[in-house]
Each structure stands twice: as structure tokens, then as C-alpha cells.
């Protein structure tokens, strides 16, 4: 069930949160202060109203924090050119594949002409799943392939 479920719900039934968006110029410190005081996990990186880039947390703890490049640097040098984008009308169970196998934890959710709409984090999907298959998710085993012996509980 949860599977058709995913295929059948799109990615505007998830709360799409808003675009902070930084141009490639930006230096890193300025992206990384928006990031904290939006409390986000990501930025994506615009330019002429166009995704070209998104700089995550991990991609600060990757590059900046292995010394590799400096805070005063622009954001370009430190973003994942052209990211993986969806739409709103993109499946929810596609969303979810292209973060499993892209090892993502966020994308760019952008309009027909390539327009940042916002994003969705790993978070996002995982909560929607909580809402709409609570019944599912909340008895599960802690390891779902493994079934106790006996039942549990008195």
C-alpha cells in the first residue's frame, strides 16, 4: 500500500519549504549566515531566475571543513553544480528514489521553466510518510525482515 501511495502523491502534497536562493557571487560566510538564520540545510544558487547550483551542509563539512577552501570564497567554488531537480507533479516515490540512489538529502523542487519554487529535504518525506501511513510505520519491527519469535508485550 505505501508503495502505490507514493506513486500516486505528488511532491505538492509534501510542505515544500520556500527557496533561499544566493547568488554564485555570494562569499560562502554570507550563504552559510542565511542558511543558520533561516535555519535551512540548504541554499539553492540562482542565476537570471535559474537553479544552476545547491550548497548543502554537507557540502560546507566536506570542503570547508577538510580546509580546502576558504569561507570568504564565492559560493560557486563550494556548490554541487547543476543539481538534480523535480517538480511539484513529480511522484513522491521518484523524489524519494532520486535521493536514495543520488545519496541526497535535499532537491530543488522548481516549476516548468526551471524557476525555483523551494525544496525538499529528506525530512520532509519522511514526516509526510509518518502523517499518511502512521498505521504502518509506527508497528513496524525495528527490523522489518526480522519477525519476533513471540509476540511482545503482555
Same mark, same amino acid.
Request: hydrophobic content about 40%; proline content about 8%; charged content about 20%.
Given at each position: /500500500? ?7 502523491? =505528488? ?10 536562493? !544566493? ?11 542565511? /542558511?543558520?538564520?533561516?535555519? !535551512?540545510?540548504? $541554499? ?6 535559474? =537553479? ?7 557540502? =560546507? ?6 580546509? $580546502?577552501?576558504?569561507?570568504? $570564497? $564565492?559560493?560557486?567554488?563550494? /556548490? ?18 532520486? /535521493? ?7 532537491? *530543488? !523542487? !522548481? ?36 519477525? *519476533? ?6
Amino acid at each position: /500500500m505505501t508503495r502505490s501511495l507514493l506513486h500516486h502523491h =505528488v511532491v505538492r502534497h509534501l510542505r515544500i519549504a520556500p527557496p533561499l536562493c !544566493v547568488d554564485e557571487a555570494t562569499p560562502l560566510h554570507e550563504t552559510i549566515r542565511h /542558511m543558520q538564520t533561516r535555519r !535551512v540545510g540548504c $541554499a539553492l544558487i540562482c542565476r537570471e531566475g535559474q =537553479v544552476v547550483g545547491i550548497l548543502t551542509e554537507v557540502d =560546507v563539512l566536506r570542503k570547508v571543513g577538510a580546509g $580546502a577552501v576558504s569561507l570568504s $570564497a $564565492a559560493t560557486a567554488t563550494v /556548490m554541487t553544480r547543476s543539481p538534480v531537480v523535480i517538480t511539484p507533479e513529480t511522484s513522491i516515490w521518484e523524489a524519494a528514489m532520486r /535521493m536514495k540512489e543520488g545519496g541526497f538529502r535535499h532537491l *530543488p !523542487v !522548481v516549476d516548468g521553466q526551471g524557476h525555483p519554487q523551494g525544496y525538499i529535504s529528506i525530512r520532509h518525506v519522511v514526516t509526510w510518510l509518518a502523517d499518511h501511513c502512521s498505521a504502518t510505520v509506527y508497528t513496524l519491527p525495528p527490523d522489518p525482515d526480522r519477525v *519476533p519469535p513471540t509476540a511482545e508485550g503482555a
